[in-house]
């Protein structure tokens, strides 16, 4: 064995084992304090849920887990590339089946595993599981026993029985085919298609391929033995049967001339570099075999150098991986309580994932995948399992279908509600940023950014003109911005979905620096010096264009440290009625949002600058939907120390108090009396918050930034910010760690009119 695979065989075990053994545990929904939890969770409160699900079994599924619990059933008769490894050994291949779906699709699983050879047995086994599992995923399980306990299972259970060797890699190849043809200029009912492997995944692709329009008299299949032909007797089956040839050729050989597709899922080097050359022109070549494919990309395109190639193997484009659809059918399926998952279900999963390759990457993926050519075309036929989309567009669909088919015991009354909670689920802003994105759609506003040259602002300049009605610009050089849209995949380009401002040579330059210089020539800036400005300093020149009427908004801040962006802003757009407040950044967290300031903006504000971002950021956090609670924070609690913070938020109350307030306010407290409203009742019962604050005001920025990246980095807090406040949301700086999913939000925040918020 060599270093570099003993390495990774270290890694691997090191992985299962360390910090504690396994891939799964599982943990509680529902409180478990006290006695009170305890009587409800078990005897007798326990006993309500049983007769009402006694009373009506479809109860099960509001009262119980079943209708997010599938199990992941196998004999660990035919495992991956081990084979029959027996079920024991099989286990950290269905624990890490379950972690997939949990992370992919938030599905919960058991997974079981079963030292039963004997398919009918097996199939009992699975079938006497039902009142456990929402649905059954049958795993790794040898054909032809694997066609005889679906079909058992499928025949006896009233729950969706999936074999995701079979089904799951038959729609991967379906979504891939789907657009391989598309590349080609080719279609599905007049394809030739040569195959090798007679195994499960290899007939279920076959026959997902005629579902799709292939017909069934251009499909010639091969196997170990050769070609399945009629009259064979050799290793052959019903499900083989039905792909067998009225021919006399005998050989992979015989066959492959004039193939427009090759689908290869049975071992290596089973596709020779002659027999490509013999194929169809512009020939498909699935060759899945793992770890070593039918046939290597660059020998195949040594041969046919237009080839459209998809392999198994992450280490290649246009990886068939069944993770792409098995998460996602039966999310759909659950949601809606499908009886069963048809036809009609998975060919509605083909078309989500073939159309999510055709649309626009998403951010998300890029980063994940960061350095590959993620645009459709040849080499990239189906989207990165990372696409975080994937929920929203394959599992709506799967439900659709599964409604328009009879098949769901739980229709939904709302398909695009039902999209919006799943990406929901997966961008964890999209819940709280709702009411900013309904607000921003009522005003047409023109957003500026300041880094237009970066990936991550021309992604979100993508999203924007998706997703809103704004109208991005972006400051920077057009040929480089048009290259960068190119080779990032996206679909907008300069001049045709959005404008541009070259710094370098702009009509407009003569009226920025003339107007930059009028409002900086009493600061010490010479014409020369505003004309330098405004070639260089994207930042003034955004500001410049708010200032002038050219935008209504600026965001800058991708790179660069906070203040310096500040000065500019300050300078161009401040005045008698504008002027920087606080920032204020929206934490969402496991259990809620929770918003904090002054991040960024005053080091050591003053009481009165203390109530003024109090205010602020009441009106603020109110554009969210929330109420305002708001906590003064400090060392100090309730007056316990005398020095420090604690006098200045003292003086800032005072100030709040001289007038009514439409908001709860209260301090000064620490963090923990702040979150805790038992454990501040018990410090001053008379004090006038009741529940947890959202809302947390430090007297030192430093206090507040401090408690914002340790949210960020160690408590999985996910940043909406920070807000720039006191500027009319006229300008918004950002952090250079900020995403282009962060970018979106802001430019909603930034694209809501002032009036939308007081």
């Known amino acids: 064995m060599s270093d570099a695979n003993d390495s990774l065989r270290q890694a691997a075990l090191a992985y299962h084992e360390f910090p504690k053994p396994g891939k799964l545990e599982i943990r509680a929904t529902k409180p478990l304090a006290n006695g009170?939890?305890?009587?409800?969770?078990?005897?007798?409160?326990?006993?309500?849920?049983?007769?009402?699900?006694?009373?009506?079994?479809?109860?099960?599924?509001?009262?119980?887990?079943?209708?997010?619990?599938?199990?992941?059933?196998?004999?660990?008769?035919?495992?991956l590339g081990l084979g029959n490894i027996g079920a024991l050994a099989s286990k950290p291949?269905?624990?890490?089946?379950?972690?997939?779906?949990?992370?992919?699709?938030?599905?919960?699983?058991?997974?079981?595993?079963?030292?039963?050879?004997?398919?009918?047995?097996?199939?009992?086994?699975?079938?006497?599981?039902?009142?456990?599992?929402?649905?059954?995923?049958?795993?790794?399980?040898?054909?032809?026993?694997?066609?005889?306990?679906?079909k058992l299972c499928r025949e006896r259970m009233n729950i969706p029985v999936f074999h995701d060797d079979q089904h799951g890699t038959a729609i991967v190849v379906g979504a891939a085919a789907r657009n391989a043809l598309f590349v080609a200029d080719k279609s599905f009912e007049e394809i030739k298609?040569?195959?090798?492997?007679?195994?499960?995944?290899?007939?279920?692709?076959?026959?997902?391929?005629?579902?799709?329009?292939?017909?069934?008299?251009?499909?010639?299949?091969?196997?170990?033995?050769?070609?399945?032909?009629?009259?064979?007797?050799?290793?052959?089956?019903?499900?083989?049967?039905?792909?067998?040839?009225?021919?006399?050729k005998r050989t992979l050989d015989d066959v492959i001339d004039g193939a427009d597709l090759f689908l290869g899922l049975s071992g290596p080097n089973v596709l020779k570099p002659e027999m490509v050359a013999r194929m169809a022109a512009r020939p498909i070549i699935f060759a899945l075999a793992n770890p070593n494919p039918?046939?290597?990309?660059?020998?195949?395109?040594?041969?046919?150098?237009?080839?459209?190639?998809?392999?198994?193997?992450?280490d290649f484009p246009n990886q068939v991986n069944n993770v792409l659809c098995f998460p996602f059918i039966f999310r759909g399926a659950l949601d809606v309580g499908a009886t069963e998952i048809n036809d009609e279900m998975e060919i509605a999963c083909v078309e989500g994932i073939a159309a999510m390759a055709r649309a626009t990457t998403s951010a998300e993926a890029a980063a994940a995948y960061k350095g590959e050519q993620l645009t459709f075309g040849a080499d990239?036929?189906?989207?990165?399992?990372?696409?975080?989309?994937?929920?929203?567009?394959?599992?709506?669909?799967?439900?659709?279908?599964?409604?328009?088919?009879?098949?769901?015991?739980?229709?939904?009354?709302d398909l695009v509600a039902y999209k919006a909670r799943l990406d929901a689920s997966v961008y964890k802003s999209a819940l709280l940023m709702r009411p900013i994105f309904h607000a921003s759609a009522s005003a047409e506003r023109r957003i500026v950014f300041a880094e237009g040259e970066d990936e991550r602002v021309l992604r979100a300049a993508q999203a924007i003109l998706e997703e809103t009605v704004e109208t991005p610009i972006l400051i920077g050089r057009p040929d480089v911005i048009e290259m960068r849209c190119e080779r990032l995949g996206l679909n907008i380009r300069p001049g045709r979905d959005f404008h541009i401002v070259n710094p370098e040579n702009d009509p407009r330059y003569r009226d920025y620096w003339e107007s930059y210089h009028s409002l900086m020539a009493r600061r010490g800036v010479s014409p020369d010096l505003a004309r330098a400005i405004m070639r260089t300093n994207t930042t003034a020149i955004g500001a410049v264009m708010v200032n002038m009427g050219d935008a209504d908004s600026l965001i800058c801040g991708t790179f660069g440290e906070y203040r310096w962006h500040l000065k500019y802003i300050e300078e161009v757009l401040g005045g008698p009625s504008l002027h920087p407040q606080g920032a204020l950044s929206l934490m969402i967290l496991e259990d809620g949002p929770l918003f904090i300031a002054d991040t960024h903006v005053r080091a050591l504000p003053t009481p009165e600058q203390l109530a003024e971002t109090v205010i602020s950021a009441a009106r603020h956090v109110r554009r969210f939907g929330v109420t305002p609670n708001i906590a003064l924070c400090a060392q100090s609690n309730f007056g316990s120390q005398t020095q420090g913070s604690g006098a200045r938020l003292r003086d800032a109350i005072?100030?709040?108090?001289?007038?009514?307030?439409?908001?709860?306010?209260?301090?000064?407290?620490n963090i923990d009396t702040a979150l805790d409203p038992e454990l501040r009742a018990r410090?001053?019962?008379?004090?006038?918050?009741?529940?947890?604050?959202?809302?947390?005001?430090?007297?030192?920025?430093?206090?507040?930034?401090g408690v914002r990246n340790i949210l960020k980095m160690k408590g999985g807090g996910l940043e909406v910010g920070p807000i720039l406040m006191g500027m009319g949301n006229k300008a918004h700086i950002v952090t250079p760690a900020i995403t282009a999913r962060g970018l979106l939000n802001m430019a909603a925040i930034a694209g809501t009119p002032v009036s939308a918020y007081g």
């Open 380 to 413: 990239y036929l189906i989207p990165k399992p990372f696409d975080p989309r994937l929920s929203g567009v394959v599992s709506t669909a799967v439900a659709k279908a599964a409604m328009d088919t009879g098949v769901a015991a739980r229709p939904l009354d």
């Open 36 to 79: 009170r939890d305890l009587a409800r969770a078990y005897s007798p409160g326990v006993a309500e849920a049983c007769l009402e699900i006694k009373a009506d079994p479809a109860n099960a599924a509001r009262y119980t887990a079943r209708g997010n619990l599938v199990a992941v059933v196998t004999n660990g008769t035919a495992v």
């Open 294 to 314: 039918e046939i290597m990309p660059d020998v195949a395109r040594s041969v046919v150098p237009d080839a459209i190639i998809a392999t198994g193997r992450s």
């Open 193 to 248: 298609i040569v195959s090798t492997g007679g195994g499960a995944a290899g007939i279920a692709c076959l026959n997902m391929l005629v579902k799709l329009g292939v017909k069934r008299e251009n499909i010639w299949l091969c196997d170990v033995h050769g070609l399945v032909y009629e009259g064979r007797d050799v290793d052959m089956n019903p499900q083989k049967t039905c792909f067998a040839q009225a021919t006399d």
């Open 93 to 150: 291949v269905m624990e890490g089946k379950a972690v997939l779906f949990k992370k992919f699709a938030n599905i919960d699983c058991f997974d079981i595993e079963v030292n039963e050879p004997d398919p009918v047995k097996l199939a009992d086994i699975v079938c006497a599981l039902e009142p456990t599992f929402g649905a059954i995923n049958l795993e790794d399980i040898k054909a032809p026993d694997c066609f005889i306990v679906e």
């Open 683 to 705: 410090l001053m019962p008379s004090n006038r918050m009741s529940g947890a604050a959202n809302v947390l005001i430090f007297a030192h920025a430093d206090a507040a930034s």
């Open 654 to 669: 005072a100030i709040l108090d001289r007038m009514p307030r439409d908001f709860c306010y209260e301090g000064e407290m």
